[in-house]
């Protein structure tokens, strides 16, 4: 079973510096919009570059809507890393007024 996190619980975590949001949506989706600090990792990507996360690390991966995020999830949970999904993604973050940043950062991608 995939873990999940609320927006509030995700934001509390990411001001408390208890986790890492990892950004599973394509470039031109993060580009327009994604959490400050959160590492880019294209969804088709997380399986090739799964060794530069941190396993003592836990991630909150956000998707725009869930669906990806519950993918990535399941993998980076298979693979023994400590997840959650965002409930409501993207989606859910801006309704929620929480703050977002544009365009693609030299540190946003790992």
Do not use: K
């Amino acid at each position: 079973m995939i873990r999940t996190a609320t927006i509030a619980e995700t934001a509390e975590a990411r001001s408390l510096r208890r986790g890492t949001v990892l950004d599973v949506r394509n470039a031109d989706e993060f580009a327009r919009g994604h959490i400050d600090s959160a590492v880019f990792m294209a969804l088709h990507i997380v399986p090739l570059r799964v060794s530069e996360l941190d396993r003592s690390e836990t991630y909150y991966v956000v998707c725009e809507s869930g669906a990806r995020s519950a993918q990535a999830c399941a993998y980076l949970a298979a693979q023994g890393y400590d997840v959650r999904g965002v409930q409501g993604g993207m989606s859910a973050w801006r309704t929620a007024g929480q703050p977002v940043e544009t365009g693609l950062h030299e540190s946003s991608s790992r």
